[in-house]
């Protein structure tokens, strides 16, 4: 993705820090009010197959957005206006497009208006005319420590736990194997699997349970 300023647009691209289907999404904030050739925008050039039907989705959480669009294509002509308030919640939305006479789609999620916080997330852009689930990553498990090494002169000093995050709408159940060596020979001191279950769009954190009264 590309971020744009034209004109006299006083606007930023910034990182929201719980997005829909990550841990991340991008922010689009707009202080200029609308006017001729005054916008920000992101945008990234697709290769389309010609004169094919396509779909374009993507998740938003909008706050005082007066005017915003996403689409594109030649000439700009697709303009699928984005809601002007989401009351802090994630929604999903849609628009159906043709490729035309060309071989390539500018996709754009463009602001020419004040934007207080224009996140947006999950974008796709498929063949067909219905949107089908973002195949993004289900899941992203960490594992979370007191120290930065990873290696110790005793079991106890080893305070490790892990931690799942779950971008789906659905409970995640997780399971991790854990082991314990002793180095430089690799002896295995200790080793077991941890359980649990994590709410949809939710996070859960299990301590690994090391010998030597540490985990």
């Known amino acids: 993705w590309t971020f744009g300023i034209e004109g006299s647009a006083h606007g930023a691209l910034s990182c929201a820090n719980d997005g829909f289907h990550g841990p991340s999404a991008a922010r689009l904030t707009n202080q200029s009010p609308r006017s001729p050739g005054v916008y920000i925008r992101l945008f990234q050039k697709i290769a389309v197959k010609r004169n094919t039907d396509y779909v374009i989705?993507?998740?938003?959480?909008?706050?005082?957005?007066?005017?915003?669009?996403f689409g594109g294509g030649p000439k700009w002509l697709r303009r699928e206006r984005l809601p002007q308030d989401t009351a802090g919640k994630w929604v999903r939305v849609s628009a159906p497009c043709n490729s035309g006479d060309?071989?390539?789609?500018?996709?754009m999620i463009l602001s020419e208006d004040v934007t207080e916080a224009l996140d947006t997330d999950a974008?796709?852009?498929?063949e067909g005319k219905e949107a089908t689930e973002f195949p993004g990553e289900p899941f992203a498990a960490t594992l979370q420590n007191?120290?930065?090494?990873?290696?110790?002169?005793?079991?106890?000093?080893v305070n490790v736990s892990l931690r799942v995050n779950n971008y789906q709408r659905r409970a995640l159940p997780a399971?991790?194997?854990?082991?314990?060596?002793?180095?430089?020979?690799?002896?295995?001191?200790?080793?077991g699997e941890i359980s649990l279950k994590v709410k949809s769009n939710g996070s859960a954190q299990a301590r690994i349970p090391f010998?030597?009264?540490?985990?």
């Open 102 to 107: 060309s071989d390539t789609w500018e996709l």
């Open 146 to 157: 007191k120290t930065y090494a990873g290696v110790y002169e005793s079991p106890k000093e």
């Open 175 to 191: 399971t991790s194997s854990w082991q314990l060596r002793r180095l430089p020979e690799g002896q295995v001191l200790s080793q």
């Open 211 to 215: 010998p030597g009264g540490a985990g």
């Open 57 to 69: 989705s993507m998740y938003v959480r909008c706050k005082s957005v007066v005017y915003s669009w």
């Open 123 to 126: 974008v796709q852009m498929e």
